[in-house]
């Protein structure tokens, strides 16, 4: 028994969630997300609470059950509160700027690096060592912020490199001399 998936999802007040088919749409004042359900998985609106259910008892459709519930009340809360990632960038002439919805990171390589926004992205650089990737999607505040981070990702001898802000780099000693 699921117990994530059998919560029921309360709506808060200036949201709107529309269900067509396997098809969920989910408006808020920040703006609209839409996610296609799996087929096992079926949705029961009741006044302001979700309710999931799922076909039988298969190991798949029990994963699925605890996954949609929790992609769903992802998609409610970040249309009424913006996800966010904090990034922090260390290392010598390291740095960052915006360039309209682009960011412009400098981080050693003989050329900058140009990082586009995807759409329902936006980028805070409060210092030059710190970028806030902002959004309503969840998963693609995450991704977009691995992505940045794959282009120079933290170096364990000198601590260099672009780091999530709550991220702890186990540093290692170096060669010793004779």
Do not use: W
């Not at 979700?50 to 992609?71: F, Y």
């Not at 360039?99 to 980028?123: M, R």
């Not at 409060?126 to 933290?154: Q, Y």
């Amino acid at each position: 028994m699921s117990r994530i998936g059998n919560k029921p999802i309360t709506v808060p007040s200036g949201v709107e969630v529309k269900v067509d088919g396997q098809k969920i749409t989910v408006k808020g004042p920040k703006g609209t997300l839409e996610r296609e359900i799996h087929k096992n998985i079926s949705i029961e609106m009741q006044e302001n609470q979700i309710k999931l259910t799922r076909k039988d008892d298969e190991p798949e459709n029990k994963s699925l059950h605890g996954l949609t519930r929790s992609l769903i009340n992802n998609m409610i809360i970040g249309v009424t509160e913006m996800y966010s990632k904090e990034l922090q960038i260390n290392g010598v002439g390291y740095r960052v700027a915006k360039q309209g919805n682009n960011l412009n990171l400098t981080l050693g390589y003989s050329h900058p690096v140009i990082f586009e926004a995807p759409e329902g992205i936006t980028f805070d650089v409060p210092n030059p060592n710190t970028i806030i990737v902002k959004g309503i999607d969840k998963e693609l505040v995450g991704e977009c912020a691995a992505v940045i981070r794959t282009k120079r990702p933290p170096e364990v001898y000198r601590g260099k490199g672009i780091k999530y802000a709550d991220e702890v780099i186990r540093r290692k000693v170096g060669k010793t001399g004779k």
